[in-house]
């Protein structure tokens, strides 16, 4: 019985932790003129926009806060882990390969426990 309730606990904290957010953005459109006047042809160019950024459709790419983003021919998707409701005599550590550690604030070798996933604004 000890281990069942083991089981559904890691369960509860496992998927508290995998809930996120996503945003989505339409595509944007550009076009270029070519040739001389008279015979002009009109190429337009689709594109996400992120960050100032135009990306091209079918690119993906993880930003430094930790969301995963693609550019398809729906526009743009990105979607992230949430925030995190950490205790004041914690901190919370984000490596480069967005795994998350929560340390005591006075030790920073020490763990701390699970950090809480928060939603909303």
Known sequence: M???IALVLVMC???RVTEGYTYFAQLQSEDRLYG???NVRVVSTQYCEWEGKK???GSSWKTTGCEQCSCSEAGL???GSGRYLVPDHCLLLVDETCQTELVDANDPFSPCGMPQVFHGK
């Open 2 to 4: 000890r281990i069942f």
């Open 13 to 15: 904290v496992t998927w």
């Open 36 to 38: 001389p006047e008279g």
């Open 55 to 57: 990306m091209m459709i």
């Open 77 to 79: 998707f990105c979607a």
